[in-house]
């Protein structure tokens, strides 16, 4: 056995899919073997998932892997990292396991492959406890930018539970190999505000009346009541719908001269459209009161770029959840140059914090 490998407990913390994803991630960019075990162990049911195995062969085909572990029900896992690739690739969940969780794993790591590449994915685009692909697309895509990360991505086909059936399309024209510190500390001027609503083998009413009710309740914030909100509606003609199965969801961002902050709601049968609409707009809300110029999502998902960034970070997010402290001290493990200090807030409260990311070579490629 490799010396070097780094040992990581998969129930520390929020003990959850995040883990395994980040974890592999890094193995991947920094070069470094690991070993997971009690994989997803505070979860219903534990170990790995189809969304999870997807991740896990998507990485390890982009950095030639050598892998133990990987089927589905495995609580512990070996990953062994080698050169990383770019090209084209193709990998389908084969559920309606979250596309846009696959891609929290994949992102990081296509942004240090030796060329361009371009990835499709088959599986759910919109499916409870992940981020819609809207979210990923609107404002995930949005702050890589900032950090100088340009990524493309289409939806060819949006799914649902319990069907799939989403094709989506990334491409990383030009991996940029390190990002861009950046400090989060402000918001800027507001410049805008979308309601992004969707309603698949659903009639076109429910899209609406989900947009209606989040613009209702986003008129009556101080922050956001002046300015009008850019609605886009999302509904297929009976007979013309590709999609395999019924949903629904909303998103809506607020567009600001210096981050974007969003938040997201899916349908469920027997949820009326207009909770839909009101708990998109509840959440983004709630995040926009804390005067953070990062929500709550994105105060997690920052953290592992600005790992890798050029230099120390500042970042001031909505709210320091478990998964955000998971990933700090993830990160910490696996490389010891790493560093985060927590200046001020706590535990599920609005927060800020130092990064000083880690000092590691470049991958190999």
């Known amino acids: 056995m490799l010396t ?5 407990d998969g129930s520390m913390g929020e003990g959850g899919g995040q883990i395994l994803r980040t974890a592999v991630a890094l193995s991947a960019i920094i070069g470094t073997p690991i070993r997971i075990y009690n994989i997803r162990a505070k979860r219903k049911n534990p170990g790995l998932r189809p969304q999870h195995l997807t991740a896990v062969k998507a990485i390890a085909a982009l950095s030639n892997a050598r892998v133990l572990g990987a089927t589905v029900g495995s609580m512990e896992l070996y990953f062994e990292p080698r050169t990383l690739r770019g090209g084209r690739y193709e990998f389908n969940v084969g559920t309606a396991g979250s596309i846009s ?28 406890m992940a981020p819609t692909i809207d979210y990923v697309k609107h404002v995930l895509l949005w702050h890589l930018r ?10 060819l086909r949006r799914g649902h539970y319990p069907r799939g059936g ?9 991996p940029p190999r390190i990002f861009k510190a950046r400090n989060y500390v402000e918001r800027g001027e507001l410049e805008g505000v ?6 698949v083998r659903l009639p076109r009413h429910v899209a609406e009346r989900q947009a209606s009710a989040a613009v ?20 297929y003609d009976k007979g013309r719908d590709p999609h395999l199965g019924p949903g629904s969801g909303v998103l809506v961002a607020a567009f600001y001269s210096k981050t974007v902050m969003g938040a997201d709601a899916l349908g469920a049968r027997g949820k009326r459209a207009e909770l839909v609409g009101q708990e998109a707009a509840r959440k983004l809300i709630e995040d926009l ?11 997690d998902m920052i953290l592992v770029y600005l790992a890798l960034a050029d230099r120390e970070s ?30 001020e807030g706590g535990r599920d409260k609005p927060f800020k914090a130092r990064i000083k990311p880690l000092s590691i070579p470049r991958p190999r490629i």
């Open 4 to 8: 070097g490998i780094v040992t990581i």
């Open 216 to 235: 209702s309740l986003i008129k009556k914030h101080d922050i956001l009541k002046h300015i009008e909100p850019e609605i886009h509606i999302e509904s």
């Open 166 to 174: 989403g094709i989506v399309e990334v491409k990383v024209p030009d």
């Open 289 to 299: 009161s804390t005067g953070a110029p990062l929500d709550r999502h994105m105060s």
């Open 194 to 199: 979308l309601v992004k609503s969707h309603a």
């Open 101 to 128: 969780l696959v891609l929290q794993a994949l992102l990081p790591v296509l942004a240090f492959v030796d060329k361009p590449s371009e990835v499709v994915i088959r599986g759910g685009t919109d499916v409870p």
């Open 314 to 343: 500042v970042i001031w997010g909505a709210k320091l959840t478990l998964h955000a402290l998971t990933v700090l001290d993830l990160l910490r493990i696996m490389h010891s140059s790493f560093e985060y200090e927590i200046l």
């Open 146 to 155: 900032q950090l100088g990360y340009e990524v493309e991505l289409s939806v």
